[in-house]
């Protein structure tokens, strides 16, 4: 059984930083690429950033100079680390996990429970 449980989130005044945590159970997390997203309310989720399992890194450029990436794989676990925090990065930020096919489509396409993010300014 796939888990992958978010933790790290909660209140932080703009300016501050937090940082997420997302630990991987179930599957292969050395062949995985892993990835955050976030949903505000009203809006569709959208991408924060990405890292393969080669450790290269895709960020959404809303967040680019502000967020890292990263992943222990002792740990199985990928980290968000967030600075510079700003009222609208509010959402509830979700961590994935997914293997591509080379022939197109997702091996397996799995989504964490989300933790809440909020920015107060």
């Known amino acids: 059984q796939v888990q992958l449980v978010e933790s790290g989130g909660g209140l932080v005044q703009a300016g501050g930083s937090l940082r997420l945590s997302c630990a991987a159970s179930?599957?292969?997390?050395?062949?995985?690429?892993m990835g955050w997203y976030r949903q505000a309310p009203g809006k569709q989720r959208e991408l924060v950033a990405t890292i393969t399992s080669g450790a290269n890194t895709n960020y959404a450029d809303s967040v680019k100079g502000r967020v890292t990436i990263f992943r222990d794989h002792a740990k199985n676990t990928v980290y968000l680390q967030m600075n510079s925090l700003k009222p609208e990065d509010t959402a509830v930020y979700y961590c994935?996990?997914?293997?591509?096919?080379?022939?197109?489509?997702?091996?397996?396409?799995?989504w964490g429970q989300g933790t809440q993010v909020t920015v107060s300014s």
């Open positions: 179930g599957v292969i997390f050395s062949n995985s690429a």
């Open positions: 994935n996990a997914r293997k591509i096919r080379i022939t197109g489509g997702y091996e397996y396409d799995y």
